[in-house]
């Protein structure tokens, strides 16, 4: 693809926008895998799970497997049971490595003793099955690389047995946003401020008592719609938004800036690209996901906010998604270049919906009010006056770590009254068989 002046020009006002051109943040990866390894325990199986680093891996292997896109995966497997268990690697990755072909990546050109000595370390790191009873297995396996989060699926069988652990863990190095509100370490809210709710009823009306829209820095402009809400956390909805492609955004910083200028000039997309901040409860999003398409300019993007409810005892989050779908001029940035959105917010609301009918963590869903309606013949506008048209609806989206099937997705038990689209009569006047030539 090329660039024209413009072009690079816009996305270097919006990068330098967006990350206030900061510094690079401190590293904070762990110099032990081990340490840093996320556990679950579920029956008589207790499993760990740590993804190393480039430079982690080179260590280790002796080899840059970074270099030839494979990424090892530390597991560890305690049966406490009384059957033997097997890991599923095509369950971490379809396209997993064997250790024999991660070894002979590096073969070529090397002296045979050389390779040998590669083939004999990259066997003897490698995950063995079975996992007998009242044994432990540790090991690796080698996945495809993924520079922002790895969605660590365990699938363990055994005869008549099954149990699955989705675990998402962050790759060393990959500088998320959602790092600077540490939002998964720590609550937030003080314990006398967070109302569980059980009742679907009391829940509708408090999800239609949230914020409409997110707003300016000092809260007094509106912004984007509020037209989502997610319900879990890391062990079952972020799972399914990864299952599905969508990836975290990066911090805003030097490093972030670099890559979005280079991938305008390549042509090349950017899964992690940075999102300007826009806030909810006095604060920026918590954390922000997006679906990037083959150029920069055009991604569906999400940004979410903790509130201080629950359902369940799961966590609920308010959220705003919408589609990027091209760079335009505007007065109302100082960096005279904004996004574009595509003015549907609805579409973009039903489509997280039906994709996440496939991720197989979706367990119910519903739509409650609480935007305000916008039709197509009177939008609202955002920060940067790009306008849009919605039914006033949020979707709720449950989710449970129990794979669902789409015939088992519940809905709640709520009218949806007009929340699904405008006619489309209501969008173009000429659909209407009753309106006059």
């Not at 699955?164 to 190095?173: A, D, E």
């Not at 955002?382 to 989206?397: A, E, K, S």
Request: hydrophobic fraction near 40%; charge should be neutral; proline fraction near 7%.
């Amino acid at each position: 693809m090329k660039c024209s002046g413009t072009h690079i020009l816009a996305v270097l006002f919006i990068a330098c926008s967006i990350a206030g051109c900061a510094a690079t943040p401190a590293d904070i990866s762990g110099s032990d895998y081990r340490s840093r390894a996320m556990t679950r325990v579920e029956g008589a199986l207790r499993v760990s799970a740590a993804v190393l680093s480039a430079e982690e891996s080179a260590r280790l292997y002796g080899v840059p497997l970074a270099q030839k896109k494979i990424q090892p995966v530390w597991i560890e497997v305690q049966n406490h049971g009384d059957r033997n268990y097997f890991l599923m690697s095509p369950g971490m990755d379809p396209n997993f490595f064997p250790a024999s072909e991660g070894a002979e990546a590096f073969a070529d050109g090397a002296p045979d003793d050389s390779s040998a000595r590669v083939a004999a370390r990259f066997d003897a790191l490698a995950f063995r099955n079975p996992i007998p009873p009242g044994q432990t297995v540790s090991g690796f396996v080698l996945t495809n690389l993924n520079a922002a989060v790895k969605l660590v699926q365990l699938d363990l069988v055994a005869n008549s047995h099954a149990t699955t652990f989705s675990i998402l863990i962050p790759v060393p190095g990959f500088q998320a946003d959602y790092k600077a509100s540490n939002v998964f370490l720590r609550e937030i809210y003080p314990p006398e401020q967070i109302v569980d709710y059980t009742d679907d009823a009391a829940f509708r009306a408090a999800l239609e008592a949230l914020p409409c829209c997110s707003s300016n820095q000092d809260g007094s402009k509106n912004g984007d719609p509020l037209n989502l809400v997610i319900v879990g956390g890391l062990d079952d909805a972020f799972p399914a938004l990864v299952r599905r492609g969508w990836r975290p955004t990066e911090q805003k910083w030097s490093g972030a800036i670099m890559k979005m200028i280079t991938s305008a000039m390549s042509g090349e997309r950017y899964a992690n690209a940075p999102v300007s901040d826009l806030y909810v409860f006095g604060r920026a999003q918590d954390l922000a996901l997006q679906k990037a398409r083959d150029t920069i300019h055009q991604r569906n993007h999400l940004r979410l906010w903790l509130a201080p409810i629950r359902y369940h005892g799961k966590s609920v989050w308010i959220g705003q998604i919408s589609r990027d779908i091209g760079v335009r001029l505007t007065l109302h940035s100082s960096t005279l270049v904004t996004h574009k959105i595509d003015p549907d917010v609805d579409e973009a609301r039903a489509a997280l919906a039906e994709d996440m009918a496939y991720s197989q963590n979706l367990a119910k869903v519903g739509f409650v009010a609480g935007v305000g309606a916008a039709p197509p013949d009177a939008p609202r506008q955002n920060l940067t006056t790009d306008p849009y048209y919605t039914t006033g609806y949020r979707v709720v989206l449950v989710f449970d770590r129990t794979p669902t099937l789409l015939s088992g997705i519940r809905l709640f038990p709520w009218d949806m009254g007009d929340a699904l689209r405008f006619p489309a009569q209501a969008i173009n006047p000429d659909m209407n068989p009753g309106a006059k030539p």
